[in-house]
């Protein structure tokens, strides 16, 4: 197409063209058209273009962890992370997920900076691509015995040596983990960082909070699908309207102190 041809086009027509990658020739002869929608369109596309540039730079600075396991020919780089440490209710999820080396999932990020549709749609999108996945949940009963620090770093064990595709190095998200046989580094913050804990942070979420949601019509009233088991007004007041249930943490307040003989009403 000429630039005297594609003048002669109608907006609509250059609207369409303007989509997806096109010919930077065309988005400069937009604006360069006399018409100003015509320029409105090219300016909408440049946008576009420039922010679907800065998600792909996002996405591979998210790998210069991995990068550096990468150069060393360890291409299994799992990253492991856990949710549900806070709560005084529910187990607390661990997942280990293996990558393909730069795999680019469009919005990737920290599961506790996306909305749960977004969740559920990488979510989906992990278990296709991800060379390996698994998933470890820890009940009340176990975190009460080991205490949930202790409880977290164990499932992260468990998570990682069963995966089905055995790790060559791990990226952990600040839990050290020692008695490993693979080079591990510990980020703070690591789910910010790396793609890989990223993309466990979003498996360990889906996974506990869906749990939560199964246990919301098990266990009536409590709504444990709202507040998935963290201490609100809406759990407080369940608490002392119905006890508590074989979901709730006895090591933690305070579910502590009413098995200890506190009366509820004074919680």
């Avoid at 019509?217 to 809406?234: C, L, W």
Wanted: some cysteine; proline content about 4%.
């Amino acid at each position: 197409m000429t630039k005297n041809d594609f003048h002669q086009l109608k907006v609509k027509e250059i609207k369409e063209l303007l989509q997806g990658e096109c010919s930077f020739d065309y988005v400069q002869w937009a604006l360069e058209d006399s018409r100003e929608s015509v320029k409105n369109a090219a300016g909408v596309y440049l946008r576009k273009q420039k922010k679907v540039l800065e998600e792909q730079q996002r996405l591979e600075a998210m790998y210069a962890y991995e990068d550096s396991f990468y150069e060393e020919g360890k291409f299994l780089v799992a990253g492991v992370d856990e949710v549900g440490r806070g709560p005084i209710a529910g187990p607390v999820t661990v997942a280990a997920v293996i990558l393909p080396p730069h795999c680019k999932l469009v919005g990737l990020n920290d599961s506790k900076k996306l909305t749960p549709e977004k969740r559920d749609a990488l979510f989906d999108q992990i278990m296709e691509v991800a060379v390996a996945v698994h998933c470890v949940s820890y009940e009340a009963e176990v975190i009460d015995k080991l205490n949930i620090y202790e409880a977290t770093r164990q499932a992260m064990y468990e998570a990682i040596r069963n995966l089905p595709v055995q790790a060559e190095a791990v990226l952990s998200d600040a839990m050290k983990l020692p008695d490993l046989d693979v080079p591990v580094e510990s980020l703070i913050k690591g789910d910010s960082k790396s793609a890989s804990i990223a993309a466990a942070s979003i498996v360990a979420k889906v996974t506990r909070d869906r749990f939560m949601e199964s246990m919301d019509e098990e266990y009536p009233g409590f709504g444990f699908a709202i507040h998935k088991g963290y201490y609100t007004d809406v759990h407080k007041q369940a608490i002392k309207d119905l006890g508590i249930t074989p979901l709730h943490r006895h090591s933690f307040e305070p579910i502590k102190s009413i098995v200890a003989g506190k009366p509820v009403e004074e919680i």
